[in-house]
């Protein structure tokens, strides 16, 4: 008897497929940033100072279709941008695709994947109405306990930096503007919104700095500050990390945007480079914000210059310009609060191919005594609660945040709703077929049940898994952070019994 034991979160692949929107196929011809400036200019030119303010501003969370929305204006006509998560997938849509997560893409090392993904992307996003896609997130696995890391790309520079930028020309290609996040040093998510990430210059530009460098040489159309401070000073505010580094040093063209209750002020956070604030409210939730009457009124008495406002709205209408969402971009068909209201967009096409692909290319064989490939087996065994989907459904938990079954993505923002989930029962069952005797036991506590399970097969999988998210919800008494690096539901155990009874 064999046992191999996997962890699912590397290795569940995801598929989802059916026709694609008419009209989501088309490549734009993305200008350049003088081309997208001066077209900005003579629009901005036009409009009073409420409106220009009136751009920068989110009209307040819930309050629209979108995770975050601007008001629009007339006279001249500017669009309400739809700003939506995530990284991986329009999260609070139907018929999409979900996958494959930002570490899984990074792990297959394949530049021309990467890139293709960021095409797909851009098409759903696109044919959803989404003007602003609120990834790729390029924050570092700086421990592996980190919330957010699977989002992203892992602890390697380089390999950040060139999918970060491969992944923004795919999204851009198809006219949607990408968000590179979460600028800056945002790490962990214990404490994210008070606590200070300090490190010294050259730390930053070779280490922190280097995927949004490389995201900036892309193109990219904005970038959101973080919710923490870096050296003393909160991110959504820091005259050096906006103004200096970002717009100075890196040439940044686009506008920055806030993560979502990030922006602290009016007058430092406008003065020091923040363009946009988002949702719009001081807090997420609430209806007064820090830009609108406020930077209107920082103008009047001349503690925000006008011409500063005028740069932020231009930062904006050029991002929009560029990627060419002046020219038939689709009507926003989300509704991110009650997606049954939404109307039926499928934007899946083939991209579940691509899903597949990288999720294979991605898996991470640690060690293989021969057991692999497997060839011929008579019998197998299937341990371990995380082999079968969650009982209560694949989306049961709001924005995933559970830990029943298998697993193919983290919790939080930046989750997307599986159009179906292939488990690893039925994947393995599907390629052994039918002459294979199968057995089971998926009560992670349940030991005895498990070595008795594994005994007379001619191979036992063990699966186990433990996760990671954003600090809006606990699992496990994990605070979006792992506690450790052990496995959860009992696994280090499971696997123990299982091959220990040999």
């Given amino acids: 008897m064999h046992i191999l034991s996997l962890s699912s979160i590397a290795v569940t692949v995801l598929l989802a497929a059916n026709a694609v929107l008419p009209g989501a196929e088309a ?14 200019k003579v629009l ?47 999260r609070g849509a139907n018929n999409i695709t979900s996958g494959v997560a930002g570490i899984n893409a990074a ?79 945002n790490e962990q998510e214990l404490n994210r919104h008070t606590s200070s990430s300090d490190v010294d210059e050259r730390t930053l530009h070779e280490i922190y700095l ?28 820091n005259d050096y990390l906006l103004n200096t580094v970002l ?65 932020m709205a231009t930062r904006i209408v050029a991002a929009w310009y560029k990627v060419r969402q002046d020219q038939d971009f689709p009507e926003v ?3 991110n609060f009650d997606q049954n209201s939404a109307p039926y967009i499928n934007v899946q096409a083939d991209h579940y191919k691509l899903v597949r692909e990288m999720g294979a290319a991605s898996t991470v064989l640690l060690k293989n005594d021969g057991i692999l490939p497997v060839k011929s087996v008579k019998s197998v065994a299937f341990i ?56 089971q036991s998926l009560d992670d506590w349940d030991l005895d049940a498990a070595a008795k399970a594994a005994k007379d097969a001619d191979i036992a999988f063990v699966f186990s898994n433990s996760d990671s998210g954003e600090e809006i919800a606990s699992i496990n008494g994990n605070l979006g952070d792992r506690n450790n690096l052990s496995l959860w539901h009992n696994g280090d155990n499971l696997v123990c019994v299982v091959f220990f009874i040999y």
């Fill in 27 to 40: 490549k734009v011809n993305v200008l350049s940033w003088d081309d997208a400036y001066a077209k900005a």
């Fill in 44 to 90: 901005v030119d036009q409009m009073s100072l409420e409106q220009k303010v009136n751009i920068t501003t989110g009209i307040g969370y819930g309050k629209g279709l979108c995770a975050g929305n601007t008001y629009a204006t007339t006279k001249p006509d500017f669009p309400s941008l739809c700003l939506q998560d995530g990284p991986l997938g329009v």
């Fill in 107 to 185: 792990a297959s090392f394949d530049r021309k994947a990467i890139y293709e993904r960021g095409v797909y992307l851009g098409k759903e996003f696109r044919g959803k109405g989404v003007h602003v896609m609120l990834g790729p997130g390029m924050n570092y696995m700086r421990a592996p306990e980190g919330g957010r890391g699977w989002e992203s790309e892992g602890e390697d520079p380089y390999l950040s930096g060139v999918m970060s930028a491969e992944t923004i020309l795919g999204v851009q290609s198809q006219g949607v503007i990408a968000t590179a996040k979460h600028y800056l040093l």
């Fill in 210 to 237: 280097w995927p949004f460098a490389r995201s900036v040489e892309a193109g990219v159309g904005s970038i959101m500050c973080s919710y923490n401070k870096a050296n003393g000073t909160y991110a959504c505010e």
């Fill in 247 to 311: 717009k100075g040093e890196l040439g940044f063209k686009g506008f920055v945007q806030s993560d979502w209750g990030a922006t602290m002020s009016t007058v430092s956070s406008a003065n020091n480079g923040l363009d946009m604030t988002m949702p719009g409210g001081v807090t997420v939730t609430s209806t007064d914000s820090y830009f609108g009457k406020n930077l209107t009124d920082a103008v009047s008495n001349k503690k925000v210059s006008e011409s500063r406002v005028t740069d």
């Fill in 333 to 335: 068909g989300i509704d």
């Fill in 384 to 439: 371990g609660s995380d082999a079968a989907n969650d009982p209560n459904g694949i989306n049961a938990c709001y924005l995933n945040a559970c830990s029943n079954g298998t697993l193919a993505q983290g919790w939080g923002s930046g989750v997307a709703d599986f159009p179906y989930l292939i488990d690893p029962i039925t994947g393995i069952k599907n390629a052994l077929g039918k002459k294979v005797n199968y057995k």
